[in-house]
């Protein structure tokens, strides 16, 4: 079983401030690990993902990721916050074989981004 | 490429009735496709998998008499919401996989925004 604790329901930062989101897991296995992003009633994009290779993962928007297993965690970072980066982040998990690869989502952070 | 379509985008339909909600895999051929219900300011919760061809696998506490799925190709899926209430409102959203031997991601339909008045 897998499971994933976002911690903190809602950041703010000021525009250029540095953003950072936690999430940590919970796996029975190796994990695959994900960040989505959504905006208001909008699916969700992928910003990144951790499949075993790199533990820095880069994502798009200048978001990046570290997965450090000694601490079960893959926190979401960006340097600079922008206005547009404002939304929904969700965290998820998904076992790497064998469950079709089904996502546990974490309960999401929402990012307001102050001028 | 790997985008996923979603109809309608919003529905609005009266208690009792029952309403489809489509599912497309655009430019892939998906084995997989899931299911999930967003309330507002939640997470996503998954409802079901299903498998081209087969039957859908549901999640615990996820009616399925209610919430009838449908994976009819490997294109193509479909959420019926039978006899709609009030309490069914919400945004529910697809996504599409590749087979596990090929690819580990989940690609994100745009969702649907039910309302039952």
């Known amino acids: 079983a897998q499971s994933v604790t976002q911690l903190g329901s809602h950041v703010s930062v000021s525009e250029g401030a540095l953003v950072l989101l936690r999430c940590n897991y919970s796996?029975?296995?190796?994990?695959?690990l994900f960040w989505y992003v959504q905006y208001p009633n909008q699916g969700l994009q992928l910003l990144l993902k951790?499949?075993?290779?790199?533990?820095l993962v880069k994502g798009i928007n200048g978001f990046e990721a570290e997965f450090k297993k000694s601490e079960t965690s893959f926190h979401l970072t960006k340097p600079s916050a922008h206005m547009s980066d404002a939304a929904e982040y969700f965290c998820a998990v998904s076992l790497t074989r064998g469950s079709n690869y089904k996502l546990t989502f974490g309960k999401g952070t929402l990012l307001t981004v102050n001028p | 490429g790997a985008v996923v379509s979603q109809h309608p985008s919003r529905v609005i339909c009266k208690s009792g009735t029952s309403v489809k909600i489509e599912c497309r895999s655009l430019d892939f051929q998906a084995t997989t496709m899931f299911w999930y219900r967003q309330f507002p300011k939640q997470s996503l919760m998954l409802m079901a998998t299903?498998?081209?061809?087969?039957?859908?696998?549901?999640e615990q506490g996820v009616e399925k008499d209610k919430f009838l799925i449908n994976h009819a190709s490997l294109t193509l899926s479909t959420l019926t919401v039978t006899s709609a209430h009030p309490e069914d409102s919400s945004f529910y959203i697809c996504?599409?996989?590749?087979?596990?031997?090929?690819?580990?991601?989940?690609?994100f339909g745009p969702g649907t925004r039910l309302t039952v008045t």
């Open positions: 996504s599409a996989s590749l087979p596990e031997e090929i690819d580990y991601e989940q690609y």
């Open positions: 951790y499949t075993s290779a790199a533990t």
């Open positions: 796996s029975s296995v190796p994990p695959y």
């Open positions: 299903s498998n081209e061809g087969s039957k859908a696998t549901y």
